[in-house]
């Protein structure tokens, strides 16, 4: 499915999620793809970037429901693709926080902690989504999602790791915050700040960017 440059609703992009679904090649890298540039859409916006993550999910629910071909290696392939575009915008917000620590004596340790608790909170988000589809979707996918969660809350995302080296990078200017769960509630994490989201995305972008030129084929 073609995607035009203008901003694509959660409709839209549970369709084109679901268009990835078809093909028997390249699902991972369409879904990854389709997925970042969702996500540069949000602007690392809490709550767009979770209902990307649910419209992705019920997307590629129903694409796999609808294939004539193999569902499981399917279904793997494209939460994979999902899980990859999620691990990349962590590194992202990873490579934000440290600009703005190391150029920005006004980045609050409270603001830090926020971010940090954003990146903990989308990967919980991720596993959620896909319960959901475990739980409710159609016979021919639930069993591949469950195998997904499962899996995923034994051994955690590829997002985990990057996450939980942020959180060790950091854990000297935010250890006296971590006694309080809830210093950043979900109305903070939606008001992120302005400077890390906007430097967050530009590292996105940069790296989606990067991912294309590695698909183009050499000359």
Known sequence: MAVSDAKMSDENLAKAAAESMK????????????????????????????????????????GAAQRTGQVKGAVADALSGLDQALMKSAQAAQLALQELAAKSREFSDSELKQAIDQMKKLESD????????AETGSIAVKAEFRDFVTH?????????????????????????????????GLEAARQLNARFAQAASGFLQAMAESLREEKKPKK
Do not use: C, W
């Open 23 to 62: 093909s028997a090649e390249q699902i991972r890298e369409r879904v990854r793809d389709l997925t970042l540039r969702a996500f540069q859409e949000r602007r690392f916006d809490y709550e767009g970037m979770k209902q990307v993550l649910e419209a992705m999910t019920a997307g590629i629910s129903v």
């Open 126 to 133: 991720f596993i959620a989504a896909a319960n959901k589809v």
């Open 152 to 184: 995923a809350q034994r051994f955690g995302t590829d997002t985990g790791p990057v996450v939980a080296q942020t959180m060790r990078e950091f854990s000297h200017r935010i250890a006296t915050q971590m006694a309080d769960a809830q210093v950043a």
